[in-house]
Nanobody, 110 residues
Framework: HVQLVESGGGSVQAGGSLRLSCYASVRNFPPWCFGWFRQAAGKEREGLAAIDADGNTDYKDSVKGRFTISRDNAKKTVYLQMNSLKPEDTGVYYC?????RGQGTQVTVS
């Protein structure tokens, strides 16, 4: 069993930055692909960024150039650096690796 714990959310003004963290509570950090997803109120869940075991990344067009996903295997953590935040980035952010998902962390951009 893998428990994923997100942190780093909060409230920020448009144009600001946040860094989300996703800690995997496991003995050995698996060489899996991890993704960050967002669930905004009244909208479908959307995938934002993904990173594989080799550090290869992929991004949704709307966050390219603003968001950066990374991983620190020694710390068993996946990060999402979010810059130039917009009000439409508001939502609950989840770290996922099917079938595992964290509890989410709220990001509010005003």
């Amino acid at each position: 069993h893998v428990q994923l714990v997100e942190s780093g959310g909060g409230s920020v003004q448009a144009g600001g930055s946040l860094r989300l963290s996703c800690y995997a509570s496991v003995r050995n950090f698996p060489p899996w692909c991890f993704g960050w997803f967002r669930q905004a109120a009244g909208k479908e869940r959307e995938g934002l960024a993904a990173i594989d075991a080799d550090g290869n990344t992929d991004y949704k067009d709307s966050v390219k150039g603003r968001f950066t996903i990374s991983r620190d295997n020694a710390k068993k953590t996946v990060y999402l650096q979010m810059n130039s935040l917009k009000p439409e980035d508001t939502g609950v952010y989840y770290c996922e690796r099917t079938p595992y998902r964290g509890q989410g962390t709220q990001v509010t951009v005003s």
